[in-house]
Each structure stands twice: as C-alpha cells, then as structure tokens.
C-alpha cells in the first residue's frame, strides 16, 4: 500500500511535488513570522498631558487608566504589553484588612516606594512627572497625588 505521500510522487512525479511543498513551508513560516509579532503587543510612550490637579478621576484617566484600567482592576489596554501585570488597585482594602493603605499608595505614586513596576521604563514614577507639570511647586504636586490617592480609594470594591 503506498502512503500518500508516496502516492503524490508517483502521481504528480518529484519535479512536480518538490516546489509545491517548498512553497507551502515558506508560506507556513511566513504566517507564524506574522501571528508571533501580531501577537506581541508593544507599549508606545507618550508625553503626560496636563490635567487638573484637583481632580483625581480625570488624573486617573489620563495617567493610570492605560495600565491599570478605568475601573482600576489591572486590565487597561497597555496591560498585555507590560512584563509585569498592573496591579488590581480595586482589592488594596481588602488586602489591608479593609483598610486602605494611603500613603503606601501615596509614596507608590511618587516612586518613594520603590515598587519595582514603578520607575521602569513602562511604568513612570509620577512624582518627577508632576513635579515638571506644577513648575517645581511642591505644594502642587501634594495636591495631585494627594487626590490621585483619594480616587483609587473610591475605587475599592467591599
């Protein structure tokens, strides 16, 4: 019995076959080159806009949201291209024993934290960010992580 492998070379003869089945590897190949790179989504920096500084939903928006989503729960749009995944800003609370961490959030914000995501080339520390925004006023700048924190506060769930 011939395997149908065999059956196409008797068929169609080995000059025949031959550049059929080069033309279908390079075409395979081909498509997996391009599902791979399809497949690897790629963060694109952009300079911080200006927001407001008393409002923490529009600095949420407009800094957070990307990555951690806009209900805060780590699935922003920019998330599937991070190494390391957002996190879930929604469950602070409750991982506290339902007590919110303020200032851990606070100092995560300004980068004293040193929390690894924080301060890597995917994940700014916003302190210095704001600090260029509010032209070097400190005062300003508390106000704005003072009210980015109050925001992720009223984002945890129960």
Known sequence: MLRPTAALYYYLGYEEIMPLRVTLLCALLVT?????????PK????PA??????????????????????????????AAALKAHPTDLTILARQNGQKFPSMQVYRA????AGI???????MP???????????????EVHLRVANLTDYIKTLQKK
């Open 125 to 139: 520390v916003w302190g210095p960010v704001f600090m260029s925004m509010s032209h070097q006023h400190e005062s």
């Open 32 to 40: 997996l080159c391009n599902v791979s790179v399809a497949q690897q």
């Open 43 to 46: 963060v694109v920096n952009i």
């Open 49 to 78: 806009r200006h927001t407001a500084a008393n409002s923490g939903k529009e600095m949420f928006a407009a800094y957070c949201a990307a990555c951690h989503g806009k209900d805060g729960k780590g699935d922003g749009p920019a």
């Open 116 to 122: 690894s995501a924080h301060g890597s080339k995917e």
């Open 109 to 112: 914000i300004t980068g004293e």
